[in-house]
């Protein structure tokens, strides 16, 4: 990541609470790559950094928009902070892993989640051109945490689901 100057760094004021109805509105594609749209990824991910969180969407900085940023390969060689706007999951692998998760929007929540291990997502970045990666692991994870945030979905959703599914168990 190199030296990050932090002090003159932009931090957005981030939507926090399970009902917060910011968080649980259903976002809408973004229309203009234009300089707004610029400026609020680039204060989006200072403010993800700031925030020590691996993923940022529109949603938790008071916006709307189906668009996020994240660090992928946080532990690897190639980290890198990116943006991924009107992002579209294409296809995912059967495999699923269990991590915990945490969310900048739920402060001192931590819960296990069962999430798909590799997922191939379309997106578009801050200049309009439209990629698609093919994403494993912990950076599949963020992706699907993020792109859950575009529907108004939050991460003890899924949790709850896991749980009623054991309840389901238990009755047989
Ligand atoms: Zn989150």
Redesign the pocket.
């Known amino acids: 990541m190199g030296v990050v100057a932090f002090w003159h760094m932009v931090k957005l004021e981030i939507q926090t609470g399970e009902n917060n109805s910011i968080l649980r509105t259903e976002s809408v594609p973004v229309k203009a790559f234009d300089k707004d749209l610029k400026k609020l990824v680039k204060d989006m991910k200072e403010t993800m950094l700031k925030a020590d969180?691996l993923?940022?969407?529109a949603p938790?900085v008071g916006h709307n928009l189906r668009m996020f940023v994240l660090i992928l390969d946080f532990k690897g060689e190639e980290q890198r902070v990116i943006e991924m706007v009107n992002p579209v999951i294409l296809e995912h692998g059967e495999e699923t892993g269990v991590a915990e998760?945490?969310?900048?929007?739920?402060p001192g929540l931590y819960a296990k989640v069962e999430r798909w291990n590799r997922v191939m997502v379309e997106f578009y970045d801050v200049g309009g051109v439209r990629q698609v990666l093919e994403l494993f692991g912990l950076d599949a994870r963020e992706v699907l945490?993020?792109n859950?945030?575009l529907d108004g979905v939050?991460?003890i959703d899924r949790v709850k689901e896991l749980e009623e599914e054991e309840e389901g168990n238990l009755v047989l």
């Open positions: 969180g993923g940022l969407a938790q998760e945490g969310c900048l929007s739920l945490h993020e859950d945030h939050l991460f």
